[in-house]
C-alpha cells in the first residue's frame, strides 16, 4: 500500500489517517508537490475524469471482523493530465502514481479514520478547483444474525432443501442452528436418520461456517437420558400436563437441574461430532436468572432467548406463551441491543454480572413475522447513516415446519439486507454467528 517516498521513508501527519507508504511519487515535471491545502470543491464533478475502486461504506473493524481499512483509488485521466492528486478527510494532499497511459492509482489507509461521513477531494495538475469530490462512510458494522430453532427431534427434508438453498441464494449468509440434543434420544428416530442430520449439520458447519448451538424443549426422553426426572406441567400450550415435556418451559428447572441437562446435551454433542456449543436458546424463550446461571456453569458465552414478545401476538389466547413473555421480557423490542445481565435481574445490565451474553432476539422468528414485517425491523435498528458502534438483528425460523411460504419470507427479507453488505462496499452488514457476538459486545 502506498504513501509517499522521497529518497527514503518520509513521515506526515494527515488529520485522521495513519499512512501507508506510496512509492514513485513526489513532484511530476512542471508541476509542484501537492498543496497541504484541499482545493475548492467543484460545482460538479468532471465527467473527462473516472474514478473507479472506491467504495462507499468502508468498516470499521473488530474482533470478529476485519476493518475495510484499504482505499483503492484508480483515476482515468484526459490525455496530457501530468498529475492527480487526492485530499482525504480535510486532509494534506498526496500524488497518485503514474500507473499508464492516462491512468493514476495509489491505496491510501482508513484505519485511525473515525466513524463518520468524509469527503475526498480529486485535482490535477496543480489546479486549486478538484475535478471531483466523492464522500465515503466509516461505519461499525450491523450484525445480521439468522438463526433457526429446532423444536422436534427430526426435521422435513425439504425444510433441508430450502437452507440449502438460502444459502446458495445469499452467499454472505451465516446461519445459528440451534440444533435439539432430543436428535439423539428420541426412540422414533433410526440411526440412518440420525446420521443424516448430523452430517448436513456438520456440512453446513464446514463449507458456510455456519454455528451449531443448543436449543432445548425439556423432552421427556433427554430429560431422563441426562438423569434427570422429567416435569409434565406447567405447559405453555395445554391447559394440563405435557406428557411429552416439549412445552413445559426450561424454567420448571433449578440451575443444579438445568446445568446437569446442559452437560448432557454437550457431551451428545461432542459425542456426534458436532463439538461443545457456545450458544444457546430456550424453548419458548422460557430462559430465567436461574439458566442463565447455568448456562454461565457450563461454559456458554451468548444466549438469546430475550424475546421481542409485542410480535408474538399470534399465540395471544392460546396458552400462556405471550402472556409469560409478555411478563419477563417486558422490555424487550425491535431496538433491543445485547446486554450481561445482572446476577440479581436478567432485565437489567449491572455489575455484579453474569458472564453470558444476552442477545436479544429482537427480529423474533418468521413464524410471527412478514416479510414486510422483518424489513420493518431491520430499519429500526438503521436508519441508513453511518454506525458509531455495532448493532445487532436477529431473524429466524424453525426447521421443523419451514415450509416453502416462509423460505419465500425469509429469502425476501435477505435479499433486502442483501443491498446493504459490507463485503460489497454498499453499506455496514455483515452475516454473523450468535457466539460471534460476545468477540463484538465484550464484558466489561
Same mark, same amino acid.
Given at each position: ?6 529518497? &527514503? ?21 512542471? #508541476?509542484?508537490?501537492? !498543496? ?8 460538479? %464533478? ?8 472506491? %467504495? &462507499? ?34 486532509? #494534506? ?8 497511459? %492516462? ?41 445480521? #444474525? ?33 440444533? &435439539? ?10 440411526? =440412518? ?29 433427554? *430429560? ?23 412445552? *413445559? ?67 395471544? &389466547?392460546?396458552?400462556?406463551?405471550? =402472556? ?7 422490555? #424487550?423490542?425491535?431496538? !433491543?441491543?445485547?446486554?450481561?445481565? !445482572? ?102
Amino acid at each position: 500500500m502506498h504513501r509517499l517516498l522521497v529518497t &527514503g521513508l518520509l513521515a506526515f501527519a494527515l488529520t485522521g489517517l495513519s499512512p501507508f507508504a506510496l512509492t514513485g511519487c513526489g513532484g511530476s515535471d512542471g #508541476i509542484g508537490d501537492p !498543496s497541504e491545502t484541499p482545493p475548492d470543491a467543484p460545482a460538479n %464533478n468532471d465527467p473527462s475524469f473516472t474514478i473507479a475502486n472506491v %467504495n &462507499g461504506w468502508y468498516l470499521i473493524g473488530d474482533d470478529v471482523t476485519p476493518g475495510q481499512n484499504a482505499l483503492e483509488v484508480e483515476v482515468t485521466t484526459p490525455a496530457g493530465t501530468e498529475a492527480v492528486d487526492i485530499w482525504i478527510a480535510g486532509g #494534506i494532499g498526496e500524488r497518485l502514481d503514474s500507473t499508464g497511459a %492516462n491512468t493514476f492509482a495509489a491505496t491510501f489507509d482508513l484505519s485511525d479514520l473515525a466513524a463518520g461521513e468524509h469527503e475526498l477531494l480529486f485535482a490535477a495538475d496543480g489546479s486549486t478547483t478538484a475535478f471531483a469530490r466523492m464522500t465515503i462512510k466509516r461505519s461499525a458494522p450491523y450484525y445480521v #444474525i439468522v438463526t433457526t430453532d429446532w423444536d422436534d427431534a427430526d426435521t422435513i427434508d425439504d425444510a433441508l432443501g430450502f437452507q440449502d438453498d438460502l444459502h446458495d441464494e445469499h452467499p454472505h449468509l451465516k446461519l445459528t442452528h440451534f440444533v &435439539g440434543p432430543y436428535t439423539f434420544t428420541d426412540p422414533t428416530l433410526t440411526t =440412518q436418520r440420525v446420521t443424516l442430520l448430523t452430517d448436513w449439520l456438520k456440512g453446513h458447519r464446514d463449507t458456510y461456517d455456519d454455528e451449531i448451538g443448543l436449543h432445548i424443549h425439556p423432552y421427556c426422553h433427554f *430429560v431422563e437420558y441426562a438423569g434427570e426426572t422429567c416435569i409434565d406441567r406447567p405447559s405453555f400450550a395445554n391447559p394440563v400436563a405435557d406428557n411429552s415435556g416439549y412445552s *413445559v418451559p426450561v424454567w420448571v428447572y433449578d440451575e443444579t437441574q438445568f446445568t446437569t441437562l446442559l452437560n448432557a446435551a454437550d457431551d451428545l454433542f461432542v459425542e456426534n461430532g458436532l463439538g461443545k456449543p457456545t450458544s444457546f436458546r430456550a424453548g419458548g424463550w422460557s430462559l430465567v436468572l436461574a439458566t442463565m446461571k447455568a448456562l454461565e456453569n457450563a461454559g456458554y458465552v451468548a444466549d438469546t432467548s430475550a424475546n421481542n414478545w409485542a410480535r408474538l401476538e399470534e399465540w395471544k &389466547g392460546s396458552g400462556s406463551l405471550y =402472556q409469560w413473555n409478555k411478563d419477563n421480557w417486558g422490555p #424487550i423490542n425491535d431496538t !433491543s441491543q445485547p446486554y450481561y445481565p !445482572s446476577r440479581d435481574d436478567i432485565l437489567v445490565a449491572s455489575e455484579p454480572s453474569i458472564n453470558v451474553l444476552e442477545v436479544p432476539d429482537n427480529g423474533i422468528l418468521v413464524d410471527y413475522v412478514t416479510t414486510d414485517e422483518m424489513v420493518e425491523i431491520f430499519g429500526a435498528n438503521w436508519d441508513g447513516s453511518v454506525l458509531s458502534g455495532p448493532v445487532q438483528l436477529s431473524i429466524g425460523y424453525h426447521p421443523s415446519n419451514f415450509t416453502e411460504d416462509r423460505y419465500i419470507r425469509m429469502t425476501d427479507t435477505m435479499t433486502h439486507i442483501d443491498q446493504f453488505l459490507a463485503a460489497t462496499g454498499d453499506g455496514p452488514v455483515v452475516y454473523a454467528t450468535l457466539s460471534d457476538m460476545a468477540k463484538v459486545w465484550k464484558r466489561n
